[in-house]
């Protein structure tokens, strides 16, 4: 008689999540910060002595987003660009691109499930047509940023190579915000503090200016400090 496979992971709150069948309760928005913060792009090669973690370019293509808007953004669309990767830091997770054509539709599956059972926690609206290519537009703009100024692509490289077609930026928008180095990588623990306080200040603004719709049976977002678990 065999056992059932395990198919969930343990949450560094102690929550499980179920990989195969997650739900909104499987995690705290501390979890996530920090599974953002310790899951890294581009396969972890940097040019810097620390990696670049989703959770730092997952704000970095949401001030694109909104720099690029020119009335700005609603806290709720601000939070989908957030959270537009948050299924990678639930797995752990970021494949490199070259790499997706060969885990194949289990692999996908599994993906567009977690990013379902995050847009149900948060009550994120669907992409419409129109944003997802202005979401896709900041997001390729960051990667091709970070391909040079993280990774060490040259321009050329990107546009050739890489496929971009959007030109690398120079300045990088988390500098006016954070006062930090140029295009350096953050400490997790830093990136996820950084992610964590962007999550509850958005979440809290939905709460209090558009009223936030809490998905039924679950209970609300509630913050949550990633140094403690």
Request: hydrophobic share 40%.
């Amino acid at each position: 008689m065999t056992s059932k496979a395990r198919a969930w992971v343990r949450m560094p709150s102690g929550r499980r999540l179920d990989l195969l069948n997650p739900t909104p309760f499987d995690w705290d928005d501390g979890d996530l910060a920090l599974g953002l913060a310790r899951t890294y792009r581009w396969g972890g090669h940097s040019v810097w002595p620390l990696p670049l973690s989703v959770a730092q370019h997952s704000i970095t293509v949401m001030l694109l987003r909104r720099n690029a808007s020119p009335t700005g953004l609603d806290p709720r669309s601000e939070l989908r660009e957030l959270l537009h990767d948050a299924e990678e830091g639930l797995l752990g997770f970021d494949c490199i691109s070259v790499l997706k054509p060969f885990l194949g539709e289990g692999f996908r599956a599994l993906s567009a499930r977690l990013e379902e059972a995050v847009f149900r926690r948060y009550a994120l609206p669907a992409w419409t047509v129109e944003d997802k290519k202005a979401h896709k537009r900041a997001d390729r703009i960051a990667a091709a940023s970070e391909a040079v100024h993280v990774v060490g692509w040259t321009p050329e490289e990107v546009r050739r190579t890489l496929k971009i077609p959007f030109k690398p930026r120079a300045v990088d928008p988390l500098v006016a915000r954070y006062g930090c180095t140029a295009w350096e990588p953050w400490p997790p623990q830093q990136a996820a503090q950084r992610f964590l306080a962007e999550l509850e200040r958005l979440v809290t603004q939905i709460r209090r200016g558009t009223g936030y719709t809490t998905p039924p049976g679950l209970v609300p977002p509630t913050p949550s400090n990633p140094t403690s678990v």
